[in-house]
């Protein structure tokens, strides 16, 4: 049976599932070899073999579903072993794990944070009339919901203001996050009360 040895892990991937998304109640197929739509796909698979080393920081367990970067999908990134096609991937560009209850566990340096949507008062009247069709999300802010142990400038909870650029989207499960390097991204400041980000003085 594979083993990982050193810094890749191999991971036991649906590639029907990866290049494919949701339209509704209609699977739409992804064009995989294009750079811009790399980012549209679910990017996950389930352990197969993690090398001991990472598997014991993280407590990774094979069958774990993770989270990667796009390489997984990556032809030459293709493994046959076993009986399977598996992809082999660095142990630096998996972002992290989705348990079974629905909570996160993020790997290396990621932070894996939720988009902060406006404050209903900016779209529904006193009346309870909507102004506008669906509220908006904030520009640079984001809730922290997954925070690797290594990054110490946010905590899990924690609502903050990122620089631009910093952000990357994915999806969980048709939700949307961002995807944050902790050594890329640059947070300006974190809120000390939830609240006042809705307050235009703060932002």
């Known amino acids: 049976m594979l083993k990982a040895k050193n810094e890749h892990l191999f991971i036991d991937v649906d590639f029907d599932e990866n290049s494919k998304r949701k339209l509704g109640d209609i699977d739409i197929y992804i064009e995989t070899n294009r750079d811009n739509t790399r980012r549209l796909m679910v990017m996950r698979g389930r352990v197969y073999s993690c090398p001991p080393k990472f598997a014991e ?43 079974d209850d629905g909570s996160i566990d993020a790997f290396n340096e990621y932070v894996i944070s939720e988009p902060v949507i406006e404050h209903e008062s900016n779209y529904i009247s006193a009346s309870g009339l909507m102004t506008k069709a669906n509220p908006d999300e904030l520009k640079l802010i984001a809730d922290a919901v997954a925070v ?24 969980i499960d048709g939700k949307k996050y961002y995807k944050m390097r902790g050594s890329n991204f640059d947070i300006d400041f974190v809120y000390l009360n939830k609240e006042d980000v809705y307050d235009s003085r703060h932002i």
């Open 57 to 99: 920081e993280y407590n990774i367990k094979d069958g774990d579903l993770v989270y990667c970067h796009h390489f997984m999908l990556d032809k030459n990134n293709r493994v046959h072993a076993d009986g399977k096609e598996l992809c082999m991937i660095h142990q630096g560009q998996v972002f992290f794990r989705l348990n």
């Open 148 to 171: 690797a142990p290594k990054v110490k400038e946010v905590k899990v909870g924690d609502r903050f203001r990122y620089s631009p650029n910093s952000d990357y989207d994915i999806y």
